[in-house]
C-alpha cells in the first residue's frame, strides 16, 4: 500500500480508501448493501491490516446507521483512532425540517455533532459537504467549515459533486480571508467516465487539491461480470440500481481491452480498472466498497497491478473522451507554447 498527502496537506492517506455505503441498509440503501455489524467488522479490520488507513462514510447512507456501524467497527479493530483517518459527508435530507438539509451554516453545524455522535469520536479528520447547495452562499459555507476546523471538530475540509467553477469560488474566497481551504474533492471517475479530465483534473492539480475517486467500477460494471445486455450471472447491483449513469457502449469497449490486459496480467477485470485510476497522476485515493471479504481481497490486490506504458495506452486510446469545445481549440492554440 503506498499513500499520497491529501491536497496540500501534510496528511497521508493510503491509495485505497474503504468506502461504507454498504454498512446497514435502512431505506433506498438496500440496493447498495445490508451489513450487519459483525460483517463490517471483518471487512474493516481486514482493510486495516492490509494497510488501508483511510475510511470513508456519509451522515445520510442508510439513513446514519453506516456511520453507526463505522464508528464501532473502528473502535472494535482495536486500533488507535489517530491510526485512522475518517471522512464523512453531509448535505443531504437527515429529517423532516426544511433546515434538514443543506449546506448552511446552521445545517451543517448540526450536522457534525450528530455525525460526531453516531461515529462516537470526538473529531473527524475530513469533513466534506456532500454536494452543491445552490440556496447557499458560498461564502456562508466556506465560513462554517472554517469555524469547525478553529474549534477542533475537524481537521480538514472538503467536498464532493461539484463542479470545477465552485470549487475555484470556493477556494479563492478561503485564500482571500485566511479560511480553511478545500483538501479535496470526492468525484466519481472511472475509465468509462472520464469527465472530470475536461476541467476539474486541471484544476486539481493547479490548486494543489486532491481527488478521491467514488465508485471507481461504475456501480460494479467495470468489474467484468456483466455482459454487453448489461447481465450479470449473480444479477448484480446494477440491476436494482442502475448508477451511476454510463454509456455503456464505450464502457464495454473498455472492458474488451482490460480483460485482455487481465488476463495477460493474470489478474482480474476489476482489478485492471482500479489499477488504471491509480497510476494517473491527480489521483489521491480510490474508493472501494465491498459486500465480502473477498471482494475486498480483490480490489485490494489492485495495488500490486503493475500497468505496463503499452497498457495505458490501449486503455486511453479505448476510453478516450470525445472532442468539445473548448478544449479543442484551447489545445490548438497552445499548441506552439508548450515546453518540455
Not at 153 to 160: A, T
Request: one cysteine or more; glycine letters at 10%.
Amino acid at each position: 500500500m503506498r499513500y499520497n498527502t491529501l491536497g496540500r496537506t501534510g496528511l497521508l492517506v493510503s491509495e485505497l480508501c474503504l468506502g461504507t455505503m454498504t454498512f446497514g441498509g435502512r431505506g433506498i440503501w438496500t440496493a447498495i448493501g445490508e451489513l450487519d455489524q459483525s460483517v463490517a467488522d471483518g471487512i474493516v479490520a481486514r482493510a486495516l491490516d492490509a494497510g488501508v488507513n483511510f475510511i470513508d462514510t456519509a451522515d445520510v447512507y442508510s439513513e446514519g446507521q453506516s456511520e453507526e456501524i463505522t464508528g464501532r467497527a473502528m473502535v472494535n479493530s482495536g486500533r488507535k483512532r489517530s491510526d485512522i483517518v475518517l471522512a464523512t459527508k453531509a448535505l443531504g435530507q437527515v429529517g423532516p425540517g426544511p433546515n434538514d438539509r443543506g449546506a448552511s451554516r446552521g445545517h451543517i453545524m448540526d450536522a457534525v455533532k450528530a455525525s460526531l455522535t453516531r461515529l462516537g469520536t470526538d473529531y473527524i479528520d475530513l469533513y466534506q459537504i456532500h454536494g452543491f447547495d445552490p440556496l447557499t452562499p458560498v461564502e456562508e459555507t466556506v465560513r462554517a467549515l472554517d469555524d469547525l476546523v478553529r474549534q477542533g471538530h475537524v481537521r480538514y475540509v472538503g467536498v464532493s459533486n461539484w463542479a470545477a467553477w465552485q470549487i475555484m469560488k470556493a477556494l479563492g474566497i478561503a485564500d482571500h480571508r485566511g479560511w480553511a481551504r478545500f483538501a479535496s474533492l470526492q468525484a466519481y471517475y472511472t475509465i468509462a467516465g472520464r469527465d472530470l479530465e475536461r476541467d476539474i483534473a486541471p484544476l486539481l492539480a493547479a490548486e494543489g487539491v486532491g481527488l478521491m475517486v467514488w465508485s471507481p467500477l461504475a456501480g460494479g460494471l467495470l468489474s467484468g461480470k456483466y455482459d454487453r445486455d448489461g447481465k450479470a450471472p449473480d444479477g448484480g447491483r446494477r440491476a436494482n440500481f442502475d448508477f451511476p449513469p454510463v454509456d455503456k457502449t464505450r464502457a464495454f469497449d473498455a472492458v474488451d481491452v482490460m480483460r485482455e490486459i487481465a488476463t495477460a496480467h493474470g489478474v482480474s477485470v476489476a482489478q485492471v480498472a482500479l489499477a488504471y485510476l491509480l497510476k494517473k497522476p491527480f489521483v489521491t485515493s480510490v474508493i472501494i466498497g465491498a459486500k465480502t471479504v473477498a471482494q475486498l481481497d480483490d480490489n485490494l490486490a489492485a495495488v500490486a497491478v503493475a500497468l505496463t506504458d503499452d497498457d495505458m495506452t490501449r486503455l486511453d486510446a479505448v476510453s478516450a473522451l470525445p472532442h468539445e469545445y473548448p478544449g479543442w481549440m484551447l489545445e490548438r492554440q497552445s499548441e506552439n507554447r508548450k515546453t518540455g
